[in-house]
């Protein structure tokens, strides 16, 4: 190694998202809007969306063909949306089932049928990395929302949004995303008087997109966004251009 290897910009590569919220929150549509999409469903949820996708995935090897396939012919798709996360979980674990002669994936002694999950994970991870890589695809996972307890070292134990995945599975796609978005309705309140006295009524407001972890939910970015961002790919795709040209303009400086 040499100092000469040094460099001093940074390279931006296509975004690696991982998003979740609530049945119905509109995470598909969302998945939609972006850049020439192609769906990869584990899950019968596109509606009447008409988006380019694969046929329904019934197995992992199905899910790992279609991957292959994107590397290896050319194509157009400019980003890839796996429609969802927590449905392709089940088709893990009965896969390593079957390789492992396993009744269910919790049967294994010291939790190896989990770990033998993470293998996989790990294989789907490395395939949508040489996708953005390679073909310069913008990766997206979906995933639906768990109300978990939360043990937290410093303060009391409390509930909160996750990724509704087991944990270890749920860690490594975390740690492999360049932002993990909560998308939520912004909730408000209001007080009607009554016979029985005045009571609090809760009320959904407009969709938005929550970039930065609270207690509340689990979330991240490392695009520099706003904590709270539109639902609109556009304006979070416009922020991230905007914030890297910031940076590097900083650092040329």
């Not at 390279?11 to 609530?22: D, H, M, S």
């Not at 990724?163 to 749920?170: G, T």
């Amino acid at each position: 190694m040499s100092l000469e290897n040094i460099r001093k910009k940074s390279v931006v590569k296509a975004p690696r998202i991982l998003a979740y919220g609530p049945a119905g929150i509109g995470k598909s549509s969302f998945g939609a809007t972006l850049e020439n999409p192609i769906f990869l469903l584990t899950e019968d949820g596109l509606g009447t969306l008409q988006v380019d996708h694969f046929p329904l995935a019934k197995t992992w090897l199905e899910i790992k063909e279609s991957l292959t396939t994107l590397l290896k012919e050319k194509h157009t798709f400019k980003s890839l949306v796996l429609d969802s996360a927590d449905w392709l979980e089940p088709l893990i674990w009965d896969h390593v089932c079957k390789e492992n002669d396993w009744a269910d994936i919790g049967s294994a002694a010291y939790g190896k049928g989990y770990t033998a999950a993470l293998e996989i994970w790990r294989e789907y991870i490395a395939l949508t990395n040489a996708l953005r890589d390679q073909k310069g695809m913008t990766i997206l996972n979906l995933a639906h929302v768990l109300i978990r307890r939360f043990e937290d070292p410093v303060t009391e134990a409390y509930d909160r949004m996750e990724i509704k995945l087991h944990r270890k599975a749920a860690d490594l796609l975390i740690e492999n995303s360049d932002a993990v978005f909560y998308m939520a309705y912004k909730k408000g309140t209001v007080q009607t008087a009554g016979k029985g006295g005045t009571q609090t009524k809760v009320l959904n407001g407009d969709r938005t997109i929550f970039c930065e972890e609270q207690a509340a939910y689990l979330a991240k970015n490392r695009y520099q966004l706003k904590p709270e961002m539109p639902f609109s790919w556009k304006s979070i795709s416009e922020m991230i251009r905007e914030n890297a040209k910031a940076n590097t303009s900083e650092k040329e400086s």
